[in-house]
């Protein structure tokens, strides 16, 4: 049996894949027919029968809780209730590639499906031992047990153990492919792949249903000797839509860092832990947790915010700017400025794109349903986006700023794309407590409104300055002028004009 499959990845010139519906992914159950069953009452049913039902789920410790995350499989499927929102094939569902067994065996993705083969056999530059070695490896009972395991059980029962192995060499071998088109390293032949399709690619790598263990692509690596993170961190670099972008930089602010003893901004706290699969690979990376400021004040007592978007907090003299050097949504950062007129807030910059959207939901639905951290760091970042971007204007203010970069058709799509994702979100700005309340006290000081009237008034009008200036020369002189109209003292010439006057009848 084992010749059979191995040699199927061989005949890659000739690879016609026929669609087996017993290796399609099962349907999800009909809830319709399970709320009918429970809600029709038998005469025969008592009371004594209902309530053993309930004393019987304690004593042999059923509950209807859902499993931690330590139990549930790593590469879930997504609840129903996901999956009956209108957007679920959007932004949940591969359009181009399927990888891992939810997706396996679709009509409309077996485009791709077809040409697996071909690409294995490119990456391995046609040795067939090496392709027979890594198939034995990853079939090993033990190997295709823990694979397995790290999806939905119901998912994988339909496939044999070489159906299965053969999916994750193929899939892993499609990874590497990919990343290879971006990094380099492997193999020099892209021609199984163009790129428009690359777009399309990318997008489904990063979906939660759409995802295959680490383990696969580390025993696929092992043919080249390459360290799998290290090679993963550039795919990853390149995939982020946080950016790594270094903003013109002015003088003062290099003087400014030069003297600055903040301790907010450093180097990312590095983590070796191997993640579960690319997309974990990704969130971990973006919810990495920097050097923390250094608490200066604590923020007890606050209740809250009530300014309403970025240019609200522009008004009252509070810039914006992007932490260096960072992929992390784990930290931002505020900064008081001189004399205490001022403020700046420092944030990752990021970059959006049409591939911002089902990342952002489907790294957010990884924090849901895998994800051990107990705080949603994307979700908490994407919710304060969402509450200070309100306008398109408050999009200009954060692109000006190097904060944010707009790749989409116009500033009303991002306020759009953030409004409709953080609607959804429970409020999670507490996880940016200190920095929201600093923000806050500034917001609500009295010096700094009566300067934001008088900047509103006067400074966004070239010819209303212009105005107050020439009020306040005029001002000055006319006090000038009373000055020495009223406390004009005697001088020698005054005493001399008087006495020529007397002298000489002038």
Known sequence: MTTVYISSLYEHHNCEIAYNPL???????????????????????????????????????????????????????????????????????????????????EPKLQFVEKR???????????NKEAIKKLFEKLGEPEMVKELKSFYEES??????????????????????????????????????????????????????????PFKVLKEVLRFWRIDLLEYIK????????????????????????????NEGIGDEDEDDEEPSHLLGALHGKHSRIVKAPRRTSGPFGFKGHNFRNVNELVDVGIGFKPIKDTLSMAHIEYVKGWWGFSATVKLPPIAVSKLTRPMLLNMIAYECYCSIDDIPWVSCYVQLLAT??????????????????????????????????GSDLARGSSLYLEAMYNIQRHYESRRNTLLSQLKNEYFKSPWAFFALIGALIVLFLAGVQTYFTVWNPKSTCDDLCMFLKMNHHL
């Open 23 to 105: 290796i399609t992914n099962t349907k999800p159950p009909n809830l319709n027919m399970q709320v009918q069953d429970q809600t029709q009452c038998s005469f025969e049913v008592t009371s004594d029968s209902i309530l053993d039902s309930i004393y019987e789920s304690v004593s042999d410790g059923t509950s209807s809780r859902p499993p931690s995350s330590l139990t549930a499989p790593r590469i879930p499927r997504l609840p129903v209730a996901v999956m009956e929102k209108p957007d679920y094939e959007k932004y949940y569902v591969p359009i181009f590639v399927p990888i891992g067994p939810y997706h396996f065996g």
């Open 116 to 126: 697996k083969p071909a690409i294995a056999m490119k990456l391995f530059s046609n």
């Open 155 to 212: 998912s994988t029962t339909e496939y044999c153990d070489k159906v299965f192995t053969k999916m994750m060499l193929l899939n892993g071998c499609f990874i590497l492919y990919v990343i290879n088109f971006f990094c380099g390293g492997l193999v020099e032949d892209y021609s199984e792949l163009n790129s428009n399709e690359i777009d399309l690619v990318r997008r489904d790598l990063y979906l939660l249903e759409n995802q295959i």
């Open 234 to 261: 550039r795919f990853i670099d390149l995939s982020s839509f946080v950016i790594r972008k270094r903003p013109k930089r002015k003088w003062l602010d290099n003087l400014t860092e030069i003297f600055s003893t």
């Open 388 to 421: 200070l971007i309100d306008h398109p204007e408050d999009v200009k203010v954060l692109r000006k700023a190097w904060v944010l970069d707009n790749y989409l058709a116009s500033d009303q799509e991002v306020v759009k794309l953030f409004d409709e994702i």
